[in-house]
């Protein structure tokens, strides 16, 4: 594999974790956020893939891929679900009406 494509892969890693890092702590919306959530996620599966690839052990890496894309798809669940109920109550979903909720 050429260094330039190693540059290439492990920049546009770089590039979707940062993206939805940055999605995630700046947006207000719940819905927002999870899709932040979501890009962020899919710029770790990308440098597993890449890592697998430059080390020379794909098979660890897809090994590593199924279970992050396992823990991914029950966590966007999980958050859509309370998204639901969270709308249900505040329709906007306003990250900060949240704070009403407090006991």
């Known amino acids: 594999m050429s260094p330039w494509l190693d540059i290439a892969n492990t920049t546009l890693s770089l590039i979707l974790f ?37 080390s020379g052990n794909p098979d660890f890496a897809q090994s590593m891929v199924v ?13 859509l679900a309370l998204i639901v109920n969270i709308f249900r ?9 949240l704070q009403r909720l407090e006991g």
């Open 89 to 97: 109550h505040y329709p906007s979903g306003d990250v900060d009406d």
């Open 18 to 54: 940062i993206t939805g890092l940055l999605g995630l702590l700046t947006q207000r919306q719940l819905i927002k956020q999870v899709i932040g959530l979501k890009v962020m996620l899919q710029g770790v599966t990308l440098g597993l893939i890449h890592a697998g690839q430059v």
């Open 67 to 79: 279970s992050a894309l396992i823990v991914e798809a029950v966590l966007i669940a999980v958050a």
